[in-house]
């Protein structure tokens, strides 16, 4: 039995996912002639209230479109210390947008209105020009852990005096509407852009989507074709996308469910020091000095289990719907006796 918690990302489609990608209707998306295409980015709009959305290869890629959307050279982006935007892309603010990164403090990866007004700039020529505010929900490297929303509408409102734009990674944005019981227009109403991630939780194979205004989505597109980005009969995929919107999202759930029950195991075992608060699919706990992150993922692999180390003496589990009941039971079995 194979056993792979590294990543929501590792999930493959359904049969029913395959047949809908299939059976897609295509055309060539740079004429604009796709009508699976169209169709996934109308719904995401619809979902979110907004105008426009733009469907992309990536996360990374939506996330940098939008960065470019809102900064130019000698602005600065202002976001946690452990965002993906800053940590996992490849300096692609700097690279794409030539802007610089205020970086900032707060509990597992959440930053508050209060954080964000210190750390403003001021109107002064040795400064860059904050421009851009960027949240991510759910924080990866805060272990699943989701913004209220009470906290986005207060930031919302500094970004709004200070004439800041907001974005928003929402990667695993779906899990933390799920866990919350939030809305999603209501993040249409709050974000300028929004980047959702289509083959983590929601399990398409690949794809990702950049929501927004019409203008910003029509600017958007010309920043895509200049990073590479343009689809021919990309249906097929966009299928996927528009099966996981319509059939994937309440079952999320039970991922959550099953990184709280691992959570709960792990609280309670002689070699685990602390287990960061579960809230989605994302479960990440420390390990004291019986192991080194290396020593027990072996132990894991030995075992037919796949883990991710997330810094010292951290170790990461995703949980998704190729994470089955059967394979919930085992891995406990396996955690109980290492």
């Given at each position: 039995m194979?056993?792979?918690?590294?990543?929501d990302?590792?999930?493959?489609?359904?049969p029913a996912?395959?047949?809908?990608?299939?059976s897609?209707?295509?055309?060539?998306?740079?004429?604009?002639?796709?009508?699976?295409?169209?169709?996934l980015?109308?719904k995401?709009?619809?979902m979110?209230?907004?105008?426009?959305?733009l469907?992309?290869?990536?996360?990374?890629m939506?996330n940098?479109?939008?960065i470019?959307?809102h900064?130019?050279i000698q602005?600065?982006?202002?976001?946690?210390?452990?965002?993906?935007?800053?940590?996992?892309?490849?300096?692609?603010?700097?690279?794409?947008a030539?802007?610089?990164?205020r970086l900032?403090e707060?509990d597992?990866?959440?930053?508050?209105?209060k954080?964000?007004?210190?750390?403003i700039?001021?109107?002064?020529?040795h400064?860059?020009?904050?421009?851009?505010?960027?949240?991510e929900?759910?924080?990866?490297?805060g272990?699943?852990?989701?913004?209220?929303?009470?906290?986005?509408w207060?930031?919302?409102?500094?970004?709004?005096e200070?004439?800041?734009a907001?974005?928003l990674?929402?990667?695993?944005?779906?899990?933390?509407?799920?866990?919350k019981g939030?809305n999603?227009?209501?993040?249409?109403?709050?974000f300028?852009?929004?980047?959702?991630?289509l083959s983590?939780?929601?399990g398409?194979?690949?794809?990702s989507?950049?929501?927004?205004?019409?203008?910003?989505?029509k600017?958007?597109?010309?920043?895509?074709?200049?990073m590479?980005?343009a689809?021919?009969?990309?249906g097929?995929?966009a299928?996927?996308?528009?099966?996981?919107?319509?059939?994937h999202?309440?079952r999320?759930?039970?991922?959550?469910?099953?990184a709280?029950?691992?959570a709960?195991?792990l609280?309670?075992?002689n070699y685990?020091?602390e287990?960061l608060p579960?809230?989605?699919?994302?479960l990440?706990?420390?390990?004291?000095?019986?192991?080194?992150?290396?020593?027990?993922?072996n132990?894991?692999?030995?075992?037919?289990?796949?883990?991710f180390g997330?810094?010292?003496q951290?170790?990461?589990?995703?949980?998704?719907?190729?994470?089955?009941?059967?394979?919930?039971?085992k891995?406990?079995e396996?955690?109980?006796?290492?």
């Open positions: 194979d056993i792979d918690l590294r990543s990302t590792l999930t493959r489609p359904t996912m395959h047949e809908a990608m299939m897609a209707k295509v055309g060539d998306d740079m004429f604009g002639e796709d009508p699976t295409v169209a169709a980015e109308e995401a709009a619809r979110f209230g907004r105008d426009a959305a469907y992309c290869a990536s996360g990374t939506t940098q479109i939008g470019r959307l900064c130019q602005d600065e982006v202002i976001c946690h210390k452990y965002s993906h935007i800053y940590l996992y892309e490849s300096g692609g603010i700097m690279a794409n030539g802007a610089s990164v900032l707060g597992r990866g959440l930053i508050t209105a954080d964000v007004e210190a750390a700039q001021p109107d002064d020529i400064s860059p020009v904050s421009r851009l505010v960027s949240l929900n759910t924080m990866n490297k272990g699943g852990s989701c913004y209220d929303m009470d906290e986005i207060a930031i919302r409102e500094t970004c709004h200070h004439g800041l907001l974005h990674d929402g990667a695993r944005l779906f899990n933390a509407l799920v866990a939030q999603a227009k209501e993040y249409g109403e709050v300028d852009t929004i980047s959702i991630c983590k939780g929601l398409a194979p690949v794809g989507l950049l929501i927004g205004g019409h203008d910003d989505i600017r958007a597109r010309r920043i895509r074709k200049v590479g980005g689809w021919r009969q990309a097929y995929i299928a996927a996308g528009l099966y996981a919107l319509e059939h999202i309440e999320l759930v039970e991922d959550h469910n099953k709280r029950e691992m709960k195991v609280q309670g075992l685990v020091e287990v579960c809230e989605t699919n994302i990440i706990f420390k390990l004291t000095d019986k192991y080194t992150n290396s020593a027990f993922l132990k894991l692999a030995e075992n037919g289990i796949l883990a997330f810094g010292p951290l170790i990461r589990f995703v949980t998704h719907y190729d994470f089955t009941d059967d394979h919930l039971t891995t406990i396996v955690l109980k006796k290492l």
